[in-house]
Structures are given as structure tokens and as C-alpha cells.
């Protein structure tokens, strides 16, 4: 059964960063696509970044890009989402999920089969 456990979120300050990780157990890293999504109170979820399983090809949400970075390391079964220069509507739920359909279905269109329960990001002074 897969799993996907998130860490490494909590309370920044504005212009701060945190890494999150996702680590995944239950299936093969390296088979699927990964995606990191988040959603804030109110607001509808959305797709943050996206990493490809066979090239490592990455995908930002135009507005993200420059302040996140994804990677994945299969040997770890873990991928990261570093987070940078955050600002408080950063402030959300954020949780990792896997597909095998393609990163950009799993980007755009938030279709998959697997996530995590996700963690907090909360950007506050």
C-alpha cells in the first residue's frame, strides 16, 4: 500500500525557508511522478510543483518560480520541495502526491493516486 509522509513545515518569518520532504514507501520512487500541492483556508488547492519520473523534468506554478525548488532522490524514496524568500500567502497546507500518468496531468490538472496527508507552512512575523 503507498505511502507518503510529509515533514518539515512549520512556523517562518516572512523571507525565510524551509525544506520540505516527501518520503514515499509502498511503491517505487523512481515508477511515478511526484507533485507538491497546497491549499489555504478558503482557497482551492493548487498545484505548487511537479517533478517527471524518467528525466527529473520539473514544473513550477509560473507565480512560484525562482523562490521553490524540487528534486528527487529515488535512492532515498524522499523528494524535497525547498521553499525560499516565502511570504506569507505561502501560508497553507502543503502535501506531496503521486501519479503515473504524467507530471503535467499531475500538475495541471491535480489528478492522482496517491497523496499524503500534508504539512503546515505558516509565514507569519
Known amino acids: 500500500q503507498a505511502q507518503l509522509v510529509e515533514s518539515g513545515g512549520g512556523l517562518v518569518q516572512p523571507g525565510g525557508s524551509l525544506r520540505l520532504s516527501c518520503v514515499v514507501s509502498?511503491?517505487?520512487?523512481?515508477?511515478?511522478?511526484i507533485g507538491w500541492f497546497r491549499q489555504a483556508p478558503g482557497k482551492e488547492r493548487e498545484g505548487v510543483s511537479c517533478?517527471?519520473?524518467?528525466?527529473?523534468?520539473?514544473y513550477y506554478k509560473p507565480s512560484l518560480e525562482g523562490r521553490f525548488n524540487i528534486s528527487r532522490h529515488n535512492a532515498k524514496n524522499t523528494v524535497y520541495l525547498q521553499l525560499n524568500s516565502l511570504k506569507p500567502e505561502d501560508t497553507a497546507e502543503y502535501f506531496c502526491?503521486?501519479?503515473?500518468?504524467?507530471?503535467?496531468?499531475?500538475?495541471?490538472?491535480?489528478?492522482?493516486?496517491?497523496r499524503g496527508r500534508g504539512t503546515q507552512v505558516t509565514v507569519s512575523s
Open positions: 517533478i517527471g519520473r524518467t528525466d527529473g523534468t520539473t
Open positions: 502526491a503521486a501519479d503515473q500518468r504524467g507530471w503535467l496531468r499531475l500538475c495541471l490538472l491535480g489528478d492522482y493516486a496517491h
Open positions: 509502498g511503491i517505487t520512487l523512481d515508477e511515478y511522478d
